[in-house]
């Protein structure tokens, strides 16, 4: 069954210094998201991608955060200069292209679990 | 506001019984999708059920159901025959017509199943 793929399963970083989190979306999907969780809270959308471009960011996406799709394949988000309070699961997802936006079910990788310290 | 509300933090459950776990949402929009993701301790997001503002009949998925209350915006998840591989928590979460890629999700439900 296709799946999301995210790597690496866990990082830690100094603070201050820039990570890049990497995702593979599933094959045919063309609609990326990345969430974030910080430990024992709930689910928080980033950022959304259609047709290389973001379609839509909420306000946690400020300026350390960019995302790019660099190849076709790889999905990925930067942050530049990684605080403490950046430490969180990032969880990247995916959905296909369907005419009813409202019932896509967007499929999500296995989370890449952020430690600045 | 929050667009969708989970009150219960935690429950216990026997094994083999049924549970509900309540959603309420917000929203002015007239069509929307009501989802339900289950993370156990691992971290994973495993995508469950979903269910349509406009579809009449509540949603099944083997022995997860959907009870869905249009006017009073509720969309509970009832597991059935609970087993220990349940222990999880549980998020409710909306994609609203008017913003349409992101989910908003509610503050989780931790259910733990009991032998």
């Known amino acids: 069954e296709p799946e999301v793929t995210q790597t690496p399963s866990h990082q830690v970083t100094q603070m201050g210094q820039e990570v890049i989190l990497r995702c593979v979306p599933i094959?045919?999907?063309?609609?990326f998201y990345w969430y974030r969780q910080i430990l024992g809270q709930k689910v928080e959308f980033l950022v959304s991608?259609?047709?290389?471009?973001?379609?839509?960011k909420s306000e946690i996406f400020d300026d350390q955060f960019s995302v790019e799709r660099p190849d076709g394949s790889n999905f990925t988000l930067k942050i530049r200069s990684t605080k403490l309070e950046d430490s969180a699961m990032y969880f990247c997802?995916?959905?296909?292209?369907?005419?009813?936006?409202?019932?896509?079910?967007?499929?999500f990788g296995q989370g890449t679990r952020l430690t600045v310290v | 506001a929050q667009k969708i509300t989970q009150t219960q933090p935690g429950m216990f459950v026997q094994e083999k019984e049924a549970v509900t776990l309540d959603c309420t949402y917000d929203?002015?929009?007239?069509?929307?999708?009501l989802f339900w993701y289950k993370q156990p301790s691992s971290g994973e997001m495993i995508f469950l059920i979903y269910?349509?503002?406009?579809?009449?009949q509540n949603a099944t998925e083997g022995r997860y159901s959907l009870n869905f209350q249009k006017a009073r915006k509720s969309a509970n998840l009832v597991i059935s025959a609970s087993q220990l591989g349940d222990s999880a928590m549980y998020f409710c979460?909306?994609?609203?017509?008017?913003?349409?890629?992101?989910?908003?999700f509610g503050a989780g439900t931790t259910v733990t199943v009991r032998a």
């Open positions: 997802a995916s959905s296909e292209f369907k005419s009813r936006i409202v019932g896509l079910e967007a499929f």
């Open positions: 094959s045919n999907h063309l609609y």
């Open positions: 991608f259609y047709n290389n471009e973001i379609s839509e």
């Open positions: 929203t002015s929009d007239q069509s929307y999708g």
């Open positions: 269910q349509g503002s406009y579809d009449e």
């Open positions: 979460a909306m994609r609203e017509s008017s913003l349409d890629y992101k989910l908003s």
